[in-house]
């Protein structure tokens, strides 16, 4: 157990809705990360955040997402206007300055 | 721009047999090279990393790996595999000059009885 939890594990959601999703790292966790990850593939860096900043987001990253870590503990990331390309599990990773990542169980959406 | 290669979608050995996943990579600054493990129903579980240092890196599980700067590869080994670490095994590279990571697509390790 890592100690990141996330919420919800599942979600369903009609096409044109807003969802939104929860990460909480451990305490000694002050940097996170978003990831997505499809069937057959990798995970795929969606944002960084170091404390309350993000430092990096990727290009891949449309304006219908965005991610927030307010007050550098827990994280949200909201997508707007879900489309069924969404569909995908959703993993946060907490970390430290040692550079690994520790994962959550992941959000389960899909998008019909 | 960075980018890692897992060439083997699929890897089969005999149980107490030597295991090798294998990961190349891409980088336009010093890379920093992880290996995760995904069991089924689990989440990604750090095995070990490379940032910099001695080449060879032990981990979890009786897993290590060797960084080879020539081959820009990162593969993962263990001397006497157990049927037990048949996983999705998955290679990471993060450019020391972003906080960016990439992942692999990913291993398939199945150990036989």
């Known amino acids: 157990d890592t100690g990141v939890s996330q919420d919800p594990r599942h979600k369903i959601t009609k096409r044109g809705q807003n969802v939104t999703f929860r990460c909480d790292p451990i305490s000694e966790h002050n940097r996170l990360y978003w990831y997505r990850q499809t069937l057959g593939q990798g995970p795929e860096f969606l944002t960084y955040?170091?404390?309350?900043?993000?430092?990096?987001k990727s290009r891949l990253l449309s304006d219908r997402f965005s991610a927030e870590r307010p007050k550098g503990s827990f994280s949200t990331l909201e997508i707007q206007r879900t489309e069924q390309g969404d569909s995908a599990m959703y993993l946060c990773?907490?970390?430290?300055?040692?550079?690994?990542?520790?994962f959550g169980p992941g959000t389960r959406l899909t998008v019909t | 721009a960075q980018s890692v290669a897992q060439p083997e979608d699929q890897v089969n050995v005999a149980e107490g047999n030597p295991l090798t996943v294998k990961c190349t990579y891409s980088?336009?600054?010093?890379?920093?090279l992880f290996w995760y493990v995904q069991y089924p129903n689990r989440g990604l579980q750090f095995l070990l990393k490379?940032?910099?240092?001695?080449?060879l890196v032990k981990g979890s599980y009786g897993f290590e790996a060797e960084f080879n700067k020539s081959q820009t590869s990162f593969h993962l080994k263990k001397p006497s595999a157990l049927v037990s670490d048949s996983a999705l095994y998955f290679c990471a590279v993060r450019d020391s000059g972003t906080y960016k990571y990439i992942f692999g697509t990913g291993t398939r390790l199945k150990v036989l009885a």
């Open positions: 490379y940032i910099t240092g001695d080449n």
């Open positions: 990773a907490g970390g430290q300055a040692t550079y690994e990542q520790y």
């Open positions: 980088v336009s600054g010093n890379p920093y």
């Open positions: 955040f170091q404390n309350e900043a993000q430092l990096e």
